[in-house]
């Protein structure tokens, strides 16, 4: 039992808290400083922090990254993606579950160049964000290419986040209208 006046419960705890605030946060700090996250629950269902249900196109349901971070509601934060040129890039089941990434997914990541890639809740998939600055794809809702689970995200919707930085790949945007361009263009 700790002194009444401690800070932590034990040596484990002052560790674990240390290693926190001096982790690095693996989400993208343009992202991070974009107003537009939400918390989700168990079924991937949008909320706001308070826990009421969120929407993709209403703004006043999205709130800062910290108090997404910050709250308690459901089970992880997501990002909204609002039209302005930002994408997601959501490649489904390009990741064999012994981590061997699929054709698709080795060309996709060489093509997306340094950009800013997670790994999808299920680990068997990948988020690749970026900039499209292309005039042959429409990122208004999105595009879903036929058959091979590639979906093109711009706006109405939001993406469930995990964090889990693909090797290799920078905490930053860059540009991935080729990578767009040769999977739905």
Request: hydrophobic share 35%.
């Amino acid at each position: 039992m700790a002194r009444e006046d401690a800070r932590f419960c034990s040596g484990a705890c002052r560790v674990a808290a240390h290693r926190e605030r001096h982790a690095v946060d693996p989400i993208p700090a343009e992202l991070r400083a974009l107003p537009r996250w939400v918390r989700y629950d168990r079924r991937k269902r949008p909320r706001t922090v308070k826990g009421r249900p969120a929407s993709s196109t209403n703004p006043r349901t999205w709130n800062s990254y910290e108090a997404a971070r910050a709250s308690s509601v459901g089970v992880g934060v997501g990002f909204v993606l609002n039209g302005d040129g930002l994408v997601c890039v959501d490649l489904d089941y390009c990741v064999q579950p012994d981590r061997r990434r699929t054709p698709l997914a080795r060309r996709a990541l060489e093509v997306a160049g340094p950009t800013w890639c997670e790994r999808s809740m299920s680990g068997l998939g990948l988020h690749i964000f970026g900039w499209y600055r292309g005039d042959r794809f429409d990122v208004e809702g999105g595009r879903r290419d036929d058959g091979r689970g590639v979906e093109v995200y711009g706006s109405g919707r939001y993406i469930a986040l995990t964090g889990r930085t693909v090797r290799g790949k920078p905490a930053t945007l860059g540009d991935v209208t080729a990578l767009v361009d040769e999977l739905v263009g």
